[in-house]
């Protein structure tokens, strides 16, 4: 069974987008205080789940182990949180829809198991399209009562239909940070935030980006017809270059190959050549 102890400060990265385009409660993201699922306590307070696991409805644990706790902390909300570090560090994720193009901010509570070492939590969050955010928690002054949630907030621009939200401890052992009250809003953007450079740093529902502030205002006075001047950045499709280098090594070895056993077989010739001339010139022996 784990042991949890003690006040937190979070330190959190954040990959924010500044934009000021109109806020939307978003619906897209499933059971995001984890009240749901398939739980089972077995009077630990809390249901160890170890990767490959979907019992917490919505979320599936990718890697190593997570905790599901229920009465052994109070939650921040509801009755059920996450340990994010079950016997050892875990990966919690989810996917759901998303709109290219689009800000979405994550914000979510983060506290720490304070029962053992370290002291210092530590966790990642990232999206797809994101960055990676890296947040800490010190657990010192919290205990199994008083767990201090302190609330995050984590940003990223939508790249594509569809995003995976992964929280992962960094944290080894059996007390890794904790996590509660996921909650996802959604910032669509104007032509406004074309302006002040703000376009630099937008793409339009097709993922192109913007050569200039006119040609983003245009996309939004045009309501999506006319899209950004500058298609996705595609990374090099290297496999032709690939092949290529491939079939030249290959006949270059060929090629080896060959005038290896063609230098081979003139050695052995030569060879031959000598000792039949070697032999016709010895003197014969007299009977």
Not at 59 to 82: E, H
Not at 220 to 226: H, S
Request: proline letters at 3%; charged letters at 15%.
């Amino acid at each position: 069974m784990k042991r949890r102890s003690s006040l937190g400060i979070a330190l959190g990265g954040l990959a924010a987008i500044a934009l000021a385009g109109t806020t939307l409660a978003f619906t897209g993201l499933t059971n995001g205080s984890f009240e749901t699922g398939t739980y089972v306590d077995n009077g630990s307070g809390f249901q160890q789940l170890d990767a490959p696991n979907t019992s917490i409805d919505g979320w599936t644990v990718d890697a190593g182990s997570v905790d599901w706790v229920g009465t052994y902390w109070p939650a921040q909300v509801g009755s059920m949180s996450i340990d994010m570090s079950g016997v050892n560090a875990g990966t919690l994720s989810q996917t759901f829809a998303t709109t290219i193009g689009n800000t979405y901010t994550v914000s979510f509570a983060l506290s720490g198991n304070p029962a053992g070492l370290p002291t210092v939590k530590t966790l990642e969050v990232s999206a797809t399209g994101g960055t990676v955010g890296l947040y800490s928690y010190d657990v010192t002054g919290n205990d199994l009562i008083t767990m201090n949630w302190r609330p995050e907030t984590y940003s990223y621009l939508a790249t594509s239909a569809s995003t995976t939200l992964s929280f992962v401890s960094m944290t080894a052992g059996a007390f890794g940070p904790a996590i509660d009250n996921v909650v996802v809003t959604e910032i669509v953007p104007t032509k406004d935030d074309c302006k002040q450079g703000g376009w630099q740093s937008m793409i339009d529902n097709a993922g192109n980006s913007f050569k200039n502030q006119g040609d983003c205002v245009s996309y939004f006075a045009t309501k999506g017809k006319n899209l950004g001047a500058l298609p996705p950045v595609v990374a090099a499709d290297t496999s032709a270059a690939t092949n290529a280098d491939s079939a030249t090594a290959k006949q270059s070895k060929k090629q080896e190959k060959v005038t290896a056993r063609a230098e081979r077989q003139d050695a052995k010739d030569k060879t031959k050549s000598q000792a039949d001339h070697g032999h016709g010139s010895k003197p014969k022996k007299s009977k």
